[in-house]
């Protein structure tokens, strides 16, 4: 389904960030325009557009379009993080297509990401806001801190569950917090509601996460839009095989360290110790209890169907299988 099916409340909404988005994809360059219309028409579920314009409506923004100009913004910082992760991971598949490196190469791909950061700045300039601003340069810089900390952890076989939550934080959740914390900046609402919606996005982004990396060994190519265990190959560590880790037999840890530190391996082997440990039902479990923390900030917000739509969010978010 898409973004406008799930939210009907804000369909117009994103009617209008899509004018925004591919209005301001424009370059003289035709290389920019066809790799940058190529990721953006690959889909996606816009989540990070939608916080924008759910929290800003919830706070009674109504009248004021920078909140599409916002919302668009940080779909390009999202898209240029995409762009350069496919090419930092060797992927081939994203969103069920060919990724973007893997059709125009590497060096097309990390050069319209920079573009995509860099027409980001020239659009948060317009809002004239510097409270706006400061939200959206200090997120892409922690989500680029975040980007380094993987690479660091990366193929790291003790790597634990607080090392693992705090890229989490930085590189996924963090821009949820930030188009979060956008919308209510954008409608003008008060510095604890302000904080109070940044706290939903950051625990929804969490949540959001863990699920992804429970559906790299409990979900199906077709369905995620990659390669099942494509985690595993790159040396990324994550919650199930940190738990597996923790409380499997020792051959189950063998197997995952051996896989973790050289990215080759029985996968099928894994994937079953994955299961058998109970490792996917504890994932789930950590990532309902952030969805719970998401779901409190929004019950804050005075009743309307955008609060309603924030607080299905937070289900949307763990009953997925994409």
Not at 121 to 127: C, D, E, G, P, R
Not at 240 to 265: H, N
Not at 279 to 298: F, K, T
């Amino acid at each position: 389904m898409t973004a406008s099916e799930l939210f009907p409340a804000i369909a117009e909404d994103l009617t209008a960030v899509d004018h925004v988005i591919h209005e301001r994809l424009h370059s003289e360059v035709a290389l920019v325009r066809t790799v940058a219309n190529y990721i953006v028409a690959g889909g996606g579920k816009r989540l990070r557009p939608v916080l924008v314009l759910l929290f800003a409506r919830a706070h009674g923004a109504h009248e004021d379009n920078r909140r599409h100009v916002m919302a668009a913004v940080v779909e390009f910082i999202h898209t240029a993080t995409l762009l350069h992760d496919d090419v930092v991971d060797e992927s081939a598949l994203r969103r069920g297509r060919d990724t973007a490196n893997s059709v125009f190469g590497n060096a097309a791909s990390v050069l319209v990401g920079d573009f995509l950061y860099s027409r980001a700045f020239q659009m948060m300039v317009t809002a004239g806001d510097m409270a706006i601003m400061q939200v959206l340069a200090d997120a892409t810089n922690v989500i680029a801190e975040g980007e380094v900390l993987q690479l660091m952890n990366s193929r790291d076989a003790d790597l634990d569950e607080t090392r693992y939550l705090k890229v989490i934080r930085f590189k996924t959740a963090k821009l949820f917090e930030a188009a979060a914390r956008l919308g209510a900046i954008i409608a003008g609402a008060q510095s604890p509601l302000i904080d109070s919606a940044a706290q939903y996005g950051m625990h929804l982004g969490t949540a959001f996460q863990v699920i992804d990396d429970v559906l790299d060994y409990a979900g199906n190519t077709q369905d995620i839009g990659k390669n099942l265990g494509d985690d595993l190959r790159e040396g990324k560590v994550t919650l199930p095989l940190i738990y597996v880790m923790r409380a499997g037999t020792e051959a189950d840890r063998v197997l995952v360290r051996s896989a973790i530190e050289t990215g080759e391996g029985d996968f099928e082997a894994i994937a079953r110790a994955v299961r058998e440990t109970g490792a996917l039902d504890y994932a789930r479990a950590q990532a309902v209890e952030e969805a719970h923390i998401a779901r409190a900030c929004a019950q804050t917000l005075p009743p309307s169907i955008f609060r309603d739509a924030l607080l299905s969010l937070t289900s949307l978010a763990v009953d997925r299988d994409r």
